[in-house]
Nanobody, 126 residues
Framework: QLVESGGGLVQPGGSLRLSCAAS????????MGWFRQVPGEGREFVAS????????FYEDSVKGRFTISRDNDENTVSLQMNGLKPEDTAVYYC?????????????????????WGQGTQVTVSS
């Protein structure tokens, strides 16, 4: 089970930190990721981190603004979001992948996700 927290309302240019806690003791064996979804659209990839924490990928629009990290001792994965824009408004989902690592960024899509969190709303508005 994955439980997200940290969403909310923030002004443009502001920051939020999302966290995801996993109850599964095998957390450190799997890559983790964050996706987001707006009404009427598909769930899109935001960021991923391999089981070791070494391999990280970002969607182009969030590079330089978002940072994904994980703590395998605490079974948590986080997404630090800085410089938020109105177009970042979405429901953000934590995801656990089926494998520890993929060399190709395109393998970190929805089709490789094994478990989803329930989602947390992020709204960027003045």
């Amino acid at each position: 089970q994955l439980v997200e927290s940290g969403g909310g309302l923030v002004q443009p240019g502001g920051s939020l930190r999302l966290s995801c806690a996993a109850s599964d003791s095998t957390f450190s064996n799997f890559a983790m990721g964050w996706f987001r979804q707006v009404p009427g659209e598909g769930r899109e990839f935001v960021a991923s981190i391999s089981a070791s924490g070494i391999t990280i990928f970002y969607e182009d629009s969030v590079k330089g603004r978002f940072t994904i990290s994980r703590d395998n001792d605490e079974n948590t994965v986080s997404l630090q979001m800085n410089g938020l824009k109105p177009e970042d408004t979405a429901v953000y989902y934590c995801a656990q992948y089926e494998s520890a690592y993929y060399a190709d960024q395109h393998r970190y899509g929805r089709e490789s996700v094994d478990t989803w969190g329930q989602g947390t709303q992020v709204t960027v508005s003045s």
